[in-house]
């Protein structure tokens, strides 16, 4: 029977057209589906799927055509087919060739366009790490070592902080030698039971010398093995054993100070202000030290847990010897540390309280001691927002200790709270030639780098922060501001779904979905960091805001993170985002209320 004697529902059948549109449906939702899965790993956001449901409704009737004219009909009352029959076979078969050749040729098209896209951007990031080391660009020295941490053989692990504390005093005593290029704590105790070659670390931490040793604590007495060795071909150009009483440990110790900076011909520092530092307790209480390295220790783990058992051992080291400038330093800043980490309300400010005297306690007992003075620089930056009084306290401990990498740092994060972003920039880099693989740091530079627009050197800066600690937070984050503003929505969106959940990933996820161009995601973002993270983070809702271009509520949320003291107040005058509304006058109201310069416009 003829087509032309059936009903048009009877025709549809005959030729599956009901069975094709199903089939096609079905299709394009597993497309679909595959889309939102795929998508963001290879650049592209999920706001594209929207173009493939476009192009899948535009090329439907298409399809059905195609399906009339190329699929067989059914066997049923089957006919010879006329000339004109077979015709339309034929035009049917050749023009889904070709659209089969145009759709094919399109996919491998946008799929090269893709690879291309993820290629550029592969080389983006591999010249952001490679390029990395031009943010500090600094020459190995012949005159510089890396004390590695000394190898605590006593056979009891819970004296590992006698080995460290004996390697850091090293590296204190030789910080005060002048040419003498000494790498800091954080980068050198990286390197502890480390199989890496002598030449690989040398490289890394951009020195000539390594000195490296073993303590044996037994009793009332102790074993120190040293060796000081060319990191270029890992030959020992001095070594000795020293087995001691435990009482002349100091003297040991400047026993070993003497001996390495005669072998690299190093003189203590000339006058200028400089002091020669020392963290030993003035009566000589051994006991008193040997509390003092605990608090150290515990306060370098940074765990809320550890602060209070540093916050022990610190008090510990003052009851034996109440004079303990160091001490009371040591203690001022776990407090504060403790305070704005892992406190709040009334805890927070008896914190605080206690932190104010014990700075004071050190300054007054020793107004030599650097340490003391870097203590109530960063009690008054963090409590007070005392930037004024921080900003005296920051210049001097860097007239008594002038390469103290550690004062060097925070001083430019006060620098930059100012607004005064080129120093800032430098000395990070002055202070990330002395600890080269702290990781933090580098993220820091990375975010005085942005409102300077040197977008590059920010993502460089960032990269090398992950690359060293891949596990740290707000990296990424960091990561999807400067996708943000480079205006790349796919790149930000994928930066940012790389933050490990928390404050900082709700943070980076609101953020980024500002400019992905799908409201509705973009307000639940907003959504979810309000209702999670309120409390935590009322700074980083009104940089949301920013992004919005809702001045109105940003302001608002800034009053808030002033009331409830967001650290995050101190980052106003480099943050790119908020920095957008420098000329509005609420701005500058809010500078002057809580305490800073207002921008020039």
């Not at 299709?27 to 999920?46: C, T």
């Not at 053989?153 to 290029?181: C, M, P, R, T, V």
């Not at 008054?380 to 900003?391: K, N, P, R, S, Y």
Request: one cysteine or more; a neutral charge; glycine letters at 6%.
């Amino acid at each position: 029977m003829a087509d032309e004697n059936l009903s048009f529902m009877a025709r549809l059948k005959r030729h599956h057209i009901f069975r094709v549109a199903s089939v096609y449906a079905v299709a394009v939702y597993i497309l679909i589906q595959a889309a939102n899965a795929v998508f963001p790993d290879i650049g592209l956001s999920r706001s594209h799927v929207r173009y493939i449901i476009v192009a899948a409704a535009l090329l439907f009737p298409m399809v059905l055509v195609l399906g009339w004219m190329f699929i067989p009909p059914s066997k049923e009352n089957p006919e010879k087919f006329s000339r004109w029959q077979r015709l339309h076979w034929w035009l049917g078969t050749v023009l889904s060739l070709v659209i089969i050749v145009l759709v094919t040729t399109s996919g491998i098209y946008l799929w090269r366009i893709n690879m291309r896209h993820l290629e550029a951007e592969t080389a983006t990031a591999s010249n952001a790490v490679s390029n990395t080391a031009q943010l500090v660009v600094a020459p190995i020295p012949s005159n510089s070592i890396a004390v590695l941490p000394f190898i605590n053989i006593g056979g009891h692990a819970d004296e590992q902080y006698f080995s460290d504390g004996l390697s850091e005093d090293l590296i204190i005593a030789l910080s005060q030698f002048n040419g003498l290029k000494v790498i800091s704590r954080n980068s050198a105790f990286q390197f502890r039971d480390s199989k890496v070659d002598s030449k690989t670390i040398g490289e890394k931490l951009g020195v000539a010398h390594l000195l490296e040793g073993s303590v044996r604590r037994s009793g009332h007495k102790v074993r120190v093995s040293t060796e000081l060795v060319n990191a270029a071909d890992g030959s020992t150009l001095w070594s000795q054993r020293y087995d001691r009483p435990y009482k002349d440990l100091f003297k040991l110790q400047d026993d070993i100070t003497s001996t390495v900076a005669t072998a690299l011909k190093a003189k203590l520092l000339p006058g200028g202000g400089a002091v020669v530092q020392s963290d030993r307790p003035p009566s000589g209480n051994l006991d008193a030290y040997t509390a003092y390295l605990q608090g150290i220790f515990y306060y370098s783990s940074n765990t809320e847990a550890d602060d209070r058992k540093a916050i022990d051992y610190f008090n510990e080291a003052i009851r034996l010897d109440p004079r303990y400038a160091a001490a009371y330093a040591g203690l001022s800043n776990a407090w504060t540390s403790h305070a704005a980490q892992f406190l709040s309300g009334t805890d927070m400010s008896k914190a605080y309280a206690k932190a104010r005297a014990s700075a004071n306690t050190a300054i007054t007992l020793n107004s030599d001691l650097a340490a003391a003075h870097l203590a109530r620089a960063y009690l008054l930056q963090t409590a007070d927002f005392d930037w004024a009084g921080a900003d005296s306290e920051f210049k001097h401990a860097l007239q008594l200790a002038p390469e103290d990498s550690g004062a060097k740092f925070k001083w430019a994060v006060l620098l930059a709270t100012l607004g005064k972003l080129d120093p800032a920039v430098q000395l990070t880099q002055e202070a990330l030639v002395r600890d080269p693989l702290h990781a933090i740091w580098y993220g820091w530079l990375a975010e005085y780098l942005l409102p300077l627009n040197r977008l590059d050197e920010a993502e460089a800066a960032t990269r090398k922060a992950i690359a060293l600690q891949p596990d740290a937070v707000g990296q990424y984050e960091l990561l999807a501001i400067i996708e943000i503003l480079r205006g790349d929505a796919s790149a930000a969106l994928r930066a940012a779904q790389m933050e490990p959940p928390g404050v900082w990933g709700d943070t980076a996820l609101a953020l980024a979905q500002q400019i992905s161009g799908n409201r509705a995601a973009a307000d639940a973002a907003l959504k979810n960091l309000i209702n999670k993270q309120t409390d935590n983070a009322p700074y980083q809702i009104a940089e949301v805001y920013a992004l919005r271009k809702d001045p109105d509520q940003m302001f608002a949320w800034l009053e808030r993170a002033w009331t409830s003291r967001d650290p995050g107040i101190s980052s106003l005058l480099y943050d790119p985002l908020l920095l957008r509304y420098k000329d509005d006058p609420r701005f500058a109201a809010f500078c002057k209320k809580v305490g800073l310069p207002v921008p020039k416009t």
